[in-house]
């Protein structure tokens, strides 16, 4: 079954690309997801200050900046993964270094 992670953490503390890549327990994730095969796709996403929201109402097309709410916590990056069920997406989703500053959301893919 696949799920997508969507990992969400407090952009005001969020590592840069070089501090990512140099982060052993990061690397230590991303490795074990490698050996299982489980990551089907996975990426970071650029700062809620270049996101734009984009609803129609009234047949009118209206876009903003930013993310759709007003928090501090926003989704950083998102994962899709294979995974027999959902205990071993939660493990999976446990061992993301984000899991112990933000936390990682579980959804199942519709198939």
């Not at 953490?9 to 982060?23: K, R, V, Y």
């Not at 650029?46 to 097309?61: F, S």
């Not at 989704?75 to 993964?81: E, F, Q, Y």
Request: glycine share 8%; proline share 5%.
């Amino acid at each position: 079954m696949r799920y997508m992670l969507l990992i969400c953490d407090d952009e005001n503390g969020s590592p840069s690309q070089e501090e990512l890549a140099a982060d052993p327990v990061h690397t230590a994730w991303k490795a074990a997801l490698d050996e299982r095969r489980a990551e089907l796709f996975g990426a970071r996403l650029r700062p809620v200050a270049d996101a734009t929201t984009v609803r129609v109402r009234n047949g009118e097309t209206l876009a903003t900046d930013g993310p759709f709410a007003e928090t501090k916590d926003f989704v950083g990056g998102v994962s899709v993964i294979e995974a027999a069920d959902l205990d071993e997406a939660i493990e999976i989703a446990a061992g993301h270094p984000y899991a112990a500053r933000g936390c990682i959301e579980i959804r199942p893919v519709w198939e």
